[in-house]
């Protein structure tokens, strides 16, 4: 064994427990809102404003494209467990934050820090909206390029063609044509993904679109279903760059951003390589084709070796206008995931004193920054781009504004070598 295998051996045997425990609760009919962002507490950001008036109100209704496949129905709507389903379908979820609230109320509850009221989060109403034609598509022409049946093609387009459609309407209330993606990790249930994009979508301020894409992963917590998720995170990739073309054929979309979180990272890697790959053999853009602006990887569930033959070998750090990645050393998480791996360093593990030389000349001059979030974050500290009230504002700055790092853009980062930067807890809060 090497000694960072040992070490996390020694100091995390009771972390199978706890991942068991804070599993518990997973994929419940509710949960609490995350913690306000530091943004919002602290600065007196005025965003909620400037909120539509067709979103003023205590729902949330996220956009979903997911693989899962549907395991039954009830009141509200289909439901979706861990199968795999073959076709992708998308979808609308409703999400209520706190009960029975105003507008006002939930504003004002969503810019109070520790003091404010208990809002928890349920899905009131699921409604499937298309579904494409199952993957492999017939083919209608064999041979060294196979021709795809007309029909379905002519399917699929038409599929397309309500995604579109959906897409404009839910654009049209806003001055923001951008569309926010959310790629969730490993162990998430279908009612995971939809509340923690509704949040991240409210705290944005309600502009543009929110899309969760939500993959086959929740077989359950143990090391066997951590092996059937990786598998899933795999077979979900073909379905994600049928998103993402889509959305970049969409002519009322302007941009897209990704972030992706934990498993869900690879899972977008390995799409955005596939893409860059095709699009490089056609001598296209695929930065202009896909209109990938930010690209987020919270808390990366990927191999460090691996990551640096895609990000920088592959150049695909170059393919969104900016990318992102933040790590944190309170991750136990990923400290399982390292056992699990025999002592493989994750991404989201990375501190600065864990790169080479020849690593922290290539970040200085990449268009990739990483930010170390050294901040409190619930039992297990994965979740901190949610659960810390500071990463969770820098994210949002980011985002909404594009802002790049340091003190002089708004983004008050400690910068500890070019490029790699620190966040704590008192983000944004006046010295």
């Known amino acids: 064994m090497n000694n960072r295998f040992e070490r996390s051996l020694a100091r995390h045997l009771a972390v199978p427990v706890l991942v068991l425990v804070a599993g518990m609760g997973a994929g419940g009919c509710s949960r609490q809102m995350m913690p306000t962002p530091n943004l919002y507490s602290y600065q007196k950001d005025d965003a909620f404003d400037h909120v ?3 979103h003023r109100n205590n729902t949330v209704d996220v956009l979903y494209v997911t693989d899962r496949a549907q395991s039954g129905t009830n009141k509200k709507g289909p439901t979706y467990g861990y199968g795999r389903s073959p076709s992708l379908a998308f979808g609308s979820a409703v999400v209520e934050i706190g009960r029975d609230l105003s507008w006002d109320e939930v504003a004002k509850a969503s810019t109070t820090g520790s003091g404010r009221k208990s809002l928890p989060l349920s899905i009131k109403q699921v409604r499937e909206i298309a579904r494409c034609p199952d993957v492999p598509f017939p083919v209608a022409k064999p041979g060294p390029r196979p021709e795809e049946d007309p029909a379905t093609l ?20 806003g001055e923001r044509k951008d569309v926010y993606i959310y790629v969730h990790g490993f162990a998430n249930t279908f009612e995971d993904a939809m509340y923690t994009a509704a949040e991240l979508w409210h705290f944005l301020g309600r502009q543009g679109v929110i899309i969760g894409y939500t993959w086959p992963a929740g077989r359950g917590m143990s090391g066997r279903g951590y092996e059937y998720d990786t598998a899933s995170s795999e077979f979900t990739v073909f379905h994600l ?16 951003h990704i972030l992706a979180h934990s498993r869900g990272t690879d899972t977008t890697m390995a799409a955005l390589r596939e ?12 930065r202009d084709a896909i209109k990938l602006r ?3 990887l919270a808390a990366p569930d990927i191999d460090f070796e691996v990551f640096q033959q895609r990000g920088g070998g592959e150049r695909l750090a170059y393919l969104p206008e900016r990318a992102t990645i933040y790590t944190s050393p309170n991750d136990r998480a990923l400290e399982m995931a390292d056992i699990l791996t ?14 080479p030389p020849r690593l922290k000349e290539v970040l200085a001059k990449s268009p990739m920054t990483v930010v170390q979030a050294i901040v409190s974050a619930g039992i297990l ?7 810390s009230p500071a990463v969770s504002s820098d994210i949002i700055l980011m985002l909404r504004d594009n802002r790049s790092p340091g003190q002089e853009n708004g983004r008050p980062l ?11 807890d008192d983000y944004l809060k006046a010295k």
């Open 241 to 256: 760059k049928q998103l993402l073309r889509s959305l970049g054929r969409c002519p009322q979309v302007d941009k897209i």
């Open 275 to 286: 893409l860059n790959i095709e699009h490089k053999y056609a001598e296209q853009s695929a």
């Open 294 to 296: 930010n690209l987020v």
């Open 381 to 387: 500290g994965h979740s901190y781009f949610v659960e």
């Open 154 to 173: 002519q399917e699929f387009k038409a599929v397309e063609a309500q995604l579109h459609a959906e897409l404009a309407s839910r654009l049209a209330p």
């Open 342 to 355: 025999l002592g493989v360093l994750r991404v989201g593990q990375v501190a600065p004193t864990e790169l």
């Open 414 to 424: 400690k910068e500890r070598i070019p490029n790699f930067y620190e966040i704590r």
């Open 52 to 54: 539509p008036a067709e």
